[in-house]
Each structure stands twice: as C-alpha cells, then as structure tokens.
C-alpha cells in the first residue's frame, strides 16, 4: 500500500509533492508502519488528498473514456485529465477491449498509449496533424447526436446534476454535448 501511495501521489503532478512524499517515506520508516491515515500531519494530509484526487479522476475516466473508429481502424479517445492517470487506467481498456487496436493521447501531456491487441506502449505524441474518422463513425456520432437530443426531455434538463456525475472541463470530449 506504501508504494501504491507513493506512485499515485507522484501521479497527482503536484507542484511540490515531492518533499510530500519524502516526509510520508520519512514518517512510515519512523513508525514502522503505513501513516497514511495521520491526517493530522500537515503533509500526510496534503498527500492523501492528492492521492484520493486521482483515485477518483481514474475511476472517473474508466467510464468517460470514449473511442471513435479512424479511417486506418484504430480506436481513438482524446483525454485530458487533472492527472496523469494514462498509466493507471490502460490496463482496465487493455483488458476490456483485447481484440482491438486502440490510442489513448493525453493531449495535456502529449503522451499517448497505444495497444497493438499483444502489449500496450506508452509514447510522446504531440499533436495529431489530421484525425480522419470512418465513415460509419460520423453516421454513428451523427445518429448519437440526434438519439441524445430527442431522447432528452426540456422540462427536465438539470445542468446542476450532470456536472456532478460529469464535470464541465470534460464536456468538450463528449459527442452528444458538442
């Protein structure tokens, strides 16, 4: 569990969280044991919100992550999270979609993962000059757009709910919104 805490504190991209995770290393090897749970510790609390902040952002993107068809056959989803949880979630969409070739580009960091139906490799990847999707996949969007648009219902639109199961700097990655 130490080193679980450690990876995704380090994963948080917290200014400064390194002198965090020092003093959790300092602390548990003083102890003995995991302090993880010694809140009352200035930076043992910084840390743990950290650390809980990207559990939640990978639990979030296992269900957000959405793949659209590319002319070449490759499923592609642009993300863009608070951290950098590429390393954390690749393994749940490995596992989900063994038989597909699929590219995930966390386009804050300009690194992507791309799975070739064998392993998953991790790589810099800056800009896509022109993403070119099939064909059926505009029909499909298409035909989402208008499902989402019908389906909804006027009078009970509640802006203030969605935004608490998705919020709104992840609205513009989401087919039926834009």
């Not at 639990?59 to 070449?72: A, N, W």
């Not at 979609?97 to 804050?108: A, G, P, R, S």
């Not at 996949?137 to 203030?160: D, G, H, S």
Request: glycine letters at 2%.
């Amino acid at each position: 569990k130490i080193l679980k805490t450690i990876y995704y504190a380090y994963l948080s991209d917290q200014e400064k969280i390194e002198i965090d995770i020092y003093n959790y290393v300092k602390l548990c090897f003083q102890f003995n044991k995991d302090v993880f749970d010694n809140l009352a510790n200035e930076s043992i609390n910084r840390l743990a919100k950290r650390v809980r902040r990207v559990q939640l952002e990978k639990h979030r993107f296992l269900g957000f992550v959405r793949f659209e068809l590319l002319k070449e056959g490759i499923y592609y989803s642009q993300i863009e999270p608070d951290n950098n949880i590429i390393y954390l979630i690749v393994e749940h969409f490995k596992n989900r979609f063994k038989d597909q070739e699929w590219l995930i580009h966390d386009i804050k960091r300009n690194i992507a993962a791309y799975y070739d139906r064998k392993r998953v490799n991790i790589f810099d990847l800056f800009t896509i000059d022109k993403i070119e999707y099939n064909q059926e996949e505009i029909e499909f969007k298409n035909l989402w757009k208008k499902y989402f648009k019908n389906i909804a219902i006027q009078e009970r639109k509640n802006k203030k709910l969605q935004r608490n199961f998705m919020p709104v700097r992840y609205w513009k990655h989401l087919i039926e919104i834009n």
